[in-house]
């Protein structure tokens, strides 16, 4: 899936980033990540993926790791990284996680997904979610997405474990395409895809956990089937099982 990009927009505000990320330094000729932390650059990166990523910026809930693409002392693109997202069945099964949801109900819990369920839980977090890859209109055709996507199976894998202090077990990603380079030419495995629901607010996730804890619970709307609604094809790339 593409969108029109305006190419003299994207490349202004990839000047003013560049400006930003170099600020008395050089930057590495090599092909490399910088972590962007400023809330500046955090600005100017998000307005990137909003006019290049055909999903726009990533505002994303939980941890979220945007990291600026270098090339020949260039920023040329941006990767972002996140909390991943509870009950994907077909990454559950290829990471090992669906022989933490069994038996629920006999565990005390009110669904196979209660926040109380850490062993599932605890184990989720050490999965990173691929959530954007964008390339400035400049750099692209060079190749330079799938280079990046070789270059988080290790240096980004190293950066997202020095940040937050935990192992990472693999990644995973909702695409648009069963085919695409990205993931396929650097051994992601294609293991699904959704089936299509979205929230509902008209039904309810769970009657008893919200009597039993309402105080707490932000959103208890339901999933609801709507047709036409988009089914994101699951991508995983699995270092370590969770039952091995």
Not at 56 to 71: D, E, K, P, S, Y
Not at 148 to 159: F, M, R, W
Not at 173 to 184: D, E, G, I, Q, V
Not at 210 to 227: P, R, S
């Amino acid at each position: 899936m593409k969108r029109l990009v305006d190419a003299r927009k994207a490349e202004k505000i990839r000047m003013i980033g560049n400006d930003l990320l170099k600020g008395n330094r050089k930057l590495p000729k090599r092909l490399s990540f910088i972590i962007v932390e400023t809330s500046e650059m955090r600005r100017v990166f998000d307005e990137a993926a909003e006019e290049i990523h055909y999903a726009g910026a990533c505002q994303r809930v939980g941890r979220c790791m945007r990291l600026a693409i270098i090339f020949k002392g260039e920023w040329v693109g941006g990767i972002v990284l996140g909390s991943t997202f509870p009950n994907i069945r077909p990454r559950d099964e290829a990471f090992g996680l669906t022989k933490f949801i069994k038996n629920w109900h006999e565990r005390g819990l009110v669904s196979p997904w209660a926040r109380e369920n850490r062993e599932y839980w605890d184990r989720l977090q050490l999965i990173v979610n691929h959530a954007r890859t964008f390339i400035f209109p400049k750099f692209q055709g060079k190749g330079l997405g799938i280079r990046s996507h070789a270059l988080l199976l290790t240096e980004g894998v190293k950066l997202w474990e020095e940040w937050y202090g935990t192992p990472v077990y693999g990644f995973d990603t909702l695409c648009t395409h069963p085919n695409s380079r990205l993931f396929a030419d650097n051994g992601w495995k294609l293991v699904g895809r959704t089936k299509g629901y979205s929230r509902d607010p008209s039904k309810v996730f769970s009657r008893r956990a919200f009597e039993q804890e309402w105080k707490n619970i932000k959103d208890n709307a339901g999933l609801g089937y709507i047709e036409g609604n988009m089914r994101w094809w699951i991508w995983v790339k699995v270092f370590r099982r969770f039952d091995e």
